[in-house]
C-alpha cells in the first residue's frame, strides 16, 4: 500500500522558508492515477490544504490562494519524493504540516478535486526566532 | 470559497450507543450532472493524521467498519457512528471537494 514518510526541520526563523520533503513507497511521484498535496494543520487555521503537484505528460501544480505568492512544490523523480517550500514565514505559519495523496484532476466524475488518503505522519514546524 | 462548519463541536456517548455529527456547507456540493456529492468525512486520533473514512458522501472506504455511515446532500451531511467503539473516540472532519478544498473544524468524540 502507499506510505508517505516526512521529512525535515522543526524550527524555523521569521521570513526564512519552511522547507519539507514527501517520500513515497508503493506508488510513483509520476503516476498518471495521483496527485500529491501538502495540507497544514493549526489551532487557529484548523486544516488548510495548501497546494498539488500531478503529473498529466508535463508537471501541474495548483496552489491555496492565502499562500500562492510564497509556495512552491516541486517532485524530485530521481529519487520518488516531493518538496514544499514556504518563503518568508511567520509565526502565523506554526502549523502541523502534512502531505497526502489524492486523485489527480478529472481521475474520475470529471471532478477537479477530491479527498486526501493516505496521508504522511506529520511535521510541526515552529516559527521562531 | 465554500465553508464548512460541524456540529456539535463535541459530544459523549455511552459505548455501544449512537453518535451523530452534523456537517454544514456555504454552498451547495451536489453536483446535478452526475448527481454526487462532494464530501468526505475523516477520523483523526491524537497524534496521528486524519484517516479518510467516507467519500461522496456515502461511500464507506475499504477496510472502514460498517459502523460508520454518511448521509445528507446538498448542504446538510451526517456522520453515524452506530454502536460506539472505544476506539472510535477521535475528531472528526468533514471536507469539501466541489470547489478548492476545504475542511470542518471537527468535531469531538468522547465516551460517556
Known amino acids: 500500500q502507499v506510505q508517505l514518510q516526512q521529512s525535515g526541520p522543526g524550527l524555523v526563523k521569521p521570513s526564512q522558508t519552511l522547507s519539507l520533503t514527501c517520500a513515497i513507497s508503493g506508488d510513483s511521484v509520476s503516476s498518471n492515477s495521483a496527485a500529491w498535496n501538502w495540507i497544514r494543520q493549526s489551532p487557529s487555521r484548523g486544516l488548510e490544504w495548501l497546494g498539488r503537484?500531478?503529473?498529466?505528460?508535463?508537471?501541474?501544480?495548483d496552489y491555496a490562494v492565502s499562500v500562492k505568492s510564497r509556495i512552491t512544490i516541486n517532485p524530485d523523480t530521481s529519487k520518488n519524493q516531493f518538496s514544499l517550500q514556504l518563503n518568508s514565514v511567520t509565526p502565523e505559519d506554526t502549523a502541523v504540516y502534512y502531505c497526502?495523496?489524492?486523485?489527480?484532476?478529472?481521475?474520475?466524475?470529471?471532478?477537479?478535486?477530491?479527498?486526501?488518503?493516505?496521508w504522511g505522519q506529520g511535521t510541526l514546524v515552529t516559527v521562531s526566532s | 470559497d465554500i465553508v464548512m462548519t460541524q456540529s456539535p463541536d463535541s459530544l459523549a456517548v455511552s459505548l455501544g450507543e449512537r453518535a451523530t455529527i452534523n456537517c454544514k456547507s456555504s454552498q451547495s456540493v451536489l453536483y446535478s450532472s452526475n448527481n454526487k456529492n462532494y464530501l468526505a468525512w475523516y477520523q483523526q486520533k491524537p497524534g496521528q493524521p486524519p484517516k479518510l473514512l467516507i467519500y461522496w458522501a456515502s461511500t464507506r472506504e475499504s477496510g472502514v467498519p460498517d459502523r460508520f455511515s454518511g448521509s445528507g446532500s446538498g448542504t446538510d451531511f451526517t456522520l453515524t457512528i452506530s454502536s460506539l467503539q472505544a476506539e472510535d473516540v477521535a475528531v472528526y472532519y468533514c471536507q469539501q471537494y466541489y470547489s478548492t478544498p476545504s475542511f470542518g473544524p471537527g468535531t469531538k468524540v468522547d465516551i460517556k
Open positions: 503537484t500531478y503529473y498529466r505528460s508535463k508537471w501541474y501544480n
Open positions: 497526502a495523496r489524492g486523485p489527480p484532476p478529472f481521475y474520475m466524475y470529471s471532478s477537479s478535486w477530491y479527498w486526501f488518503d493516505p
